[in-house]
């Protein structure tokens, strides 16, 4: 089993709409949770952080953590064709970045 | 701030011959960097974690003799691939964490990654 696993893409909306990503976890003593935003050629940029239970809003997007669940989503809201990108969950732990295998998304004009 | 170089930031070279590959931190300090490894349509696969001043800590499979890494400063730490052959062909990435690791710190700041080709 990986330690992060993404819902398989791509994931293709309408500029405007919400796109919704979701993000698993194995270890639970995994202590905070990412996610990454990679253009195509480019390395991974740092867009939503959370460590916490609940909710966390930053703009458009909002980072959704359950631990229980072991359950880590991304919203992004009113999509826009800039967002097209491959998006990357990862989970920390004792320092180290687990990567799940990314989801793509498209938002069409 | 928190930005990290790499250079080069592409290189071709001839099978059997070795390249290095610089990581910086510019506006930072950071006493452990990670890199990574990149295929194509793939994801981001840990290779070793470096600590300034001590051995790099490799992951299960990347063979420590192949892929150099030193940590020689709080800023700068190095990845040298020795002998590549055409598989070692990849998209390698190297990621930084500031010194003081709390809070808002805690984040890895990435580079721009360095695209390997090898013929």
């Known amino acids: 089993q990986k330690e992060v696993e993404q819902n398989s893409g791509p994931l293709s909306v309408p500029e405007g709409a919400i796109a919704s990503l979701n993000c698993t976890y194995s270890?639970?003593?995994?202590?905070?949770f990412f996610w990454y935003r990679q253009y195509s050629g480019k390395s991974p940029e740092l867009i939503m952080s959370i460590y916490s239970n609940g909710d966390k809003e930053d703009g458009r997007f909002t980072a959704q953590l359950n631990k229980a669940s072991q359950y880590v989503s991304l919203l992004i809201r009113d999509s826009q064709p800039s967002d097209s990108a491959t998006y990357l969950c990862?989970?920390?732990?004792?320092?180290?970045?687990?990567f799940g295998a990314g989801t793509t998304v498209t938002v069409r004009a | 701030g928190a930005v990290v170089s790499q250079h080069p930031s592409w290189v071709i070279c001839k099978s059997g011959t070795s390249v290095k590959i610089e990581c910086r931190s510019l506006?930072?300090?950071?006493?452990?960097m990670f890199w990574y490894r990149q295929f194509p349509k793939q994801s981001l696969m840990l290779m070793a974690t470096?600590?300034?001043?001590?051995?790099?800590?490799?992951e299960q499979g990347v063979e420590k003799d192949k892929f150099l890494i030193n940590h020689a400063s709080l800023t700068l730490s190095t990845l040298t691939v020795t002998s590549a052959h055409p598989e070692d062909s990849s998209f390698y990435i190297c990621?930084?964490?500031?010194?003081?690791?709390?809070?808002?710190?805690?984040?890895?700041?990435f580079g721009p990654g360095t695209r390997l080709t090898v013929l």
């Open positions: 990862a989970a920390r732990n004792d320092y180290k970045l687990s």
């Open positions: 990621s930084a964490r500031p010194v003081l690791g709390k809070g808002k710190y805690n984040e890895q700041f």
């Open positions: 270890d639970r003593v995994s202590q905070s």
């Open positions: 470096s600590n300034e001043g001590s051995k790099a800590t490799y």
């Open positions: 506006d930072f300090q950071a006493t452990t």
